[in-house]
């Protein structure tokens, strides 16, 4: 039981009404005796009091400083881990490029655990046949480049061979010595390839291993992300969203049938005109092509340089196969497999090639035309008939 003298039941908190030094302001003094009133034993810290007034001065100035703050550390914290949000964004866009073969399971009664299961080990199953008997063919071409070197290198350096004009107009001996020993030398050439080689593998596996997760909870993923929507906009969030994500899994998968066929007709035109290294030639030209606009671009041009050492003529052919291969994918295979769900115009998809390579490399290149496709469909659907109705 509470003791009568007990300064809580009596409706008093323990410190209010102490005494005070001499030199305390009057205010303070006010205060306290008025929170001696107002505390109770239902409330002994009283009740809450009247919000701040969000226009004054003092409280702007700390809102916009606190946020400048903030701004400033998200910066700060988005450019320290650019490399590992880059990862989580293409794991993010992978996952939701195989979502398609893993719901197509799941539509014929396989559990999901068993369909994410199934579509992993048959990738992996095909990617470990392909390099089964791809890499000593590699390893095969790449030693025979190595010991023709010398050869080509002599070539270069004969002003009556076609090749030792090029060099001799363009120079092109002084600018590969210059990239080959660029840097501290030889040892940090080698150096800096096998930390490459290290750091491509190690983000390799955790790429992977973010895939394999993101695959298997993107119906959790894709549950919470809508609910970041307000209740009455959800459904038609839930509409666009799941259009968007269409967009991307049938971009995913269709440049990978794409590249794969442009690898395998490459393969089969060097192979014909008897080209040397068709088959690292025919690897480099699927994964490149997977880079829109100007991956096969620069595809064709590496396997035309090399077809010169052939002969003229048969450069001049694999130029125009080259060529003639671009029309074939841009107005037959991209239409056909890809589709026109994505309908991002030639401009667009241009631009945002160009724009997405200069700000992530490679990997923005790769996701700049889905992402593209996203944009328009959000003006489309969102902004645009909000602009017409203002």
């Known amino acids: 039981m509470t003791s009568s003298s007990d300064p809580a039941a009596e409706g008093h908190h323990p410190l209010v009404g102490q005494p005070h030094s001499e030199d305390e302001e009057g205010s303070v003094a006010e205060a306290e005796a008025e929170a001696a009133e107002i505390s109770t034993p239902e409330q002994p810290l009283g009740t809450v009091g009247k919000r701040l007034d969000r226009r004054s001065p003092f409280f702007i100035g700390m809102a916009a400083t606190a946020g400048v703050a903030v701004t400033y550390g ?21 996952a939701i490029g195989l979502e398609p073969a893993v ?7 396989f559990p999901r655990w068993l369909a994410v299961t199934t579509v992993f080990v048959v990738a992996f199953a095909a990617l470990g046949g392909f390099l089964a008997a791809a890499i000593p063919v590699i390893v095969e071409q790449a030693t025979a480049l190595v010991n023709q070197a010398p050869g080509y290198l002599r070539q270069a350096q004969d002003h009556n061979t076609f ?4 060099n001799e107009r363009f120079h092109l001996q002084q600018a590969i010595e210059s990239a080959v020993t660029s840097g501290d030398g030889l040892t940090s050439g080698v150096l800096g390839a096998g930390k490459a080689v290290f750091n491509v593998v ?5 790429l992977v291993v973010l895939t394999i997760y993101f695959v298997a909870d993107l119906p959790r993923i894709r549950a919470t992300m809508y609910r970041l929507i307000p209740h009455s906009r959800r459904p038609r969030a839930i509409l666009i969203g799941d259009d968007i994500f269409a967009k991307v899994g049938g ?3 269709g440049n990978l049938a794409v590249s794969v066929i442009a690898g395998v007709l490459t393969l089969v035109w060097l192979l014909s005109f008897g080209v040397p290294y068709a088959a690292l030639l025919a690897i480099a030209v699927a994964v490149l092509d997977l880079v829109p606009v100007i991956g096969s671009v620069i595809g064709g041009a590496l396997i035309a340089l090399v077809a010169l050492t052939v002969s003229l003529p048969v450069f001049f052919a694999t130029v125009g196969f080259a060529l003639v291969y671009r029309v074939v994918e841009d107005y037959l295979l991209v239409p056909r497999i890809i589709g026109n769900a994505l309908k991002v115009p030639a401009l667009v998809t241009v631009v945002a090639v160009l724009l997405g390579g200069a700000l ?18 959000l003006l489309e659907q969102v902004l645009y008939p909000r602009l017409d109705t203002a």
Not at 363 to 374: D, E, H, N, Y
């Open 74 to 94: 998200l910066i700060q914290l988005l450019a320290g881990a650019e490399q590992i949000l880059v990862l989580v964004g293409l794991a993010l866009f992978l």
């Open 103 to 109: 719901s197509w399971l799941v539509n014929h009664r």
């Open 251 to 253: 971009y995913v998968l």
């Open 202 to 206: 190690t983000d390799g596996l955790i």
């Open 163 to 166: 090749l030792g004009r090029l």
């Open 360 to 377: 992530l490399g490679v990997v923005g290149a790769l996701v700049a035309i889905p992402v593209a496709a996203a944009i328009l469909l």
